[in-house]
C-alpha cells in the first residue's frame, strides 16, 4: 500500500513537470533569455542556498538501504541517477520558465503561470495538483526519511532511547515518527516557505561538509571489525572532499543572519539530545556496574 501510494505521488509530480518542459519549450521566447543585471554578493549567496534546497535531496536515498535487495550495487546507482535525473528537470523547467514569462521575478507561481500562457486554465489547475502532490510526497518522505534517522541516532546512543521505540504492533519506531511529524508541522506553520528552505540548505551544507571532513579523515584508517574495504573511492585523492568543502564553507559563509541562528539554534536543539543520551547512558553504566558491584 506504501509503495502504491509512493508511486502515485511520483506519477502526480513528474508528469506535471514532464508536460510543462515539452509543451512550454515550443513557447519559448529567446528574448526573455538575457544575460542577468548585476548581482550583489548577497543576492548571489541567497540564491545560492535556494540552489542547494532546489537541487538536493539525493542524500536520503541511502536511508533506507538496510531494506534494499542489494545496496552495495544499487545504491550508488540510485545516487548518481537521482543527481542527474534531478538536475535536468530542475534544469529544463526553469528554462522553460523563464522563456516563457516575460518578468520571471514578478511573478510567485512562475509554473502556474507560464502553463496559464501555453496551455490556459487546466495548465494552471495541473501545476497546481502536481505541487500539491509534490508537497505532499516531499513530507511523507521526509517524514519517513527523518524518523528513521532519528530512529537510527537512538538505537546508536546518540540521541535518547525514547526515540528507539518500537511499535508492538505496527513494527515502526513510532516515537520518531511522531516526534518528527510534529517538529514539521510546527515549522510549516510558523514559517515561511523562503526560511525553511534556507535552513534545510544549511542543514545540508552542514551535512555535506561533516562527510567531505570524514572521507579525508577514514581514508587513512584501515578497516576492521564489521567494516570492510570500500568498494568505491572518489578518485583525484583529497581534491573532491577539499574543494567540496571550500564550496560549503563560502556558501555557509554567505548565509543571512536570521539564516545563521535558525541553523544554530537546530544544531543546539541536536547537541542537547545529544548530551541527554549521553549522560543517560552513562548514567545506566553506572547503575548496572554499581548492581554487579552488590
Not at 27 to 50: H, K, M, Q
Not at 53 to 80: C, I, K, M, S, W
Amino acid at each position: 500500500m506504501v509503495q502504491a501510494h509512493d508511486g502515485l505521488a511520483l506519477v502526480g509530480k513528474l508528469v506535471p513537470l514532464a508536460v510543462f518542459i515539452i509543451v512550454g519549450i515550443w513557447y519559448i521566447d529567446p528574448a526573455n533569455l538575457t544575460a542577468l543585471p548585476p548581482v550583489s554578493r548577497e543576492d548571489g549567496a541567497a540564491a545560492a542556498i535556494l540552489l542547494i534546497f532546489a537541487y538536493g535531496g539525493y542524500e536520503v536515498t541511502g536511508v533506507l538501504a538496510g531494506e534494499a535487495a542489494n545496496p552495495r550495487r544499487d545504491v550508488p546507482f540510485a545516487f548518481v541517477a537521482t543527481l542527474i535525473i534531478v538536475a535536468i528537470v530542475m534544469s529544463l523547467t526553469s528554462v522553460v520558465a523563464t522563456g516563457v514569462l516575460p518578468n520571471l521575478a514578478a511573478t510567485k507561481t512562475p509554473l502556474a503561470d507560464g502553463a496559464a500562457i501555453f496551455i490556459g486554465a487546466i495548465g494552471a489547475l495541473m501545476i497546481s495538483v502536481g505541487s500539491a502532490l509534490s508537497m505532499t510526497g516531499n513530507n511523507m518522505g521526509q517524514i519517513l526519511n527523518g524518523s528513521r534517522t532519528i530512529f537510527a541516532l537512538a538505537e546508536n546512543g546518540d540521541l535518547p532511547r525514547w526515540f528507539a521505540y518500537v511499535h508492538p504492533k505496527y513494527q515502526t519506531p513510532s516515537n520518531a515518527v511522531l516526534f518528527t511529524a510534529i517538529v514539521a508541522l510546527t515549522l510549516a506553520l510558523t514559517g515561511s516557505f523562503v526560511t525553511l528552505a534556507a535552513v534545510s540548505a544549511i542543514a545540508r551544507l552542514v551535512m555535506y561538509l561533516a562527510v567531505c571532513i570524514s572521507t579525508l579523515v577514514l581514508r587513512g584508517r584501515q578497516p576492521g571489525g564489521d567494516v570492510g574495504a570500500a568498494k568505491f573511492t572518489v578518485p583525484l585523492g583529497p581534491l573532491i572532499p577539499v574543494l567540496a568543502s571550500i564550496v560549503a564553507l563560502g556558501i555557509l559563509a554567505g548565509a543571512t543572519p536570521q539564516q545563521r541562528n535558525a541553523g544554530l539554534y537546530a544544531l543546539a536543539a541536536g547537541a542537547v539530545l545529544y548530551l541527554i543520551a549521553i549522560n543517560t547512558s552513562h548514567g545506566n553504566t553506572e547503575t548496572r556496574k554499581h548492581g554487579n558491584d552488590v
